[in-house]
Nanobody, 114 residues
């Protein structure tokens, strides 16, 4: 089974930056798509960005131009570089991989203060 561990969250002021990382480990074949989700207080978990192993990338509208997703295919790591952070970016950020039956990781908390 694949395990996911996210890191890099923290508390930042509005306008600040953070870099999140997520490592996928365990028995797996090549991972096609890796993605970042977030769950903000009182809201459902939503897709923030995803990237395929062919580097096809897509972003949720509210983060376009501020967030950049990248990955290390060899190490099975996905990154999320976040800049110009806003209070509404606050939430727990999770990564997800396109491998069946992979449970969610613990997530990493991002708090943006105004």
């Amino acid at each position: 089974q694949v395990q996911l561990v996210e890191s890099g969250g923290g508390v930042v002021q509005a306008g600040g930056s953070l870099r999140l990382s997520c490592t996928a480990s365990g028995e797996m074949r090549e991972i096609n798509t890796m993605a970042w989700y977030r769950q903000s207080p009182g809201k459902q978990r939503e897709l923030v960005a995803h990237i395929t192993n062919g580097d096809l990338i897509d972003y949720e509208d509210s983060v376009t131009g501020r967030f950049t997703v990248s990955r290390d295919v060899v190490k099975n790591v996905i990154y999320l570089d976040m800049s110009s952070l806003k209070p509404e970016d606050t939430g727990v950020y999770y990564c997800k991989v396109q491998v069946p039956f992979t449970p969610w990781g613990p997530g990493t908390q991002v708090t943006v203060s105004s």
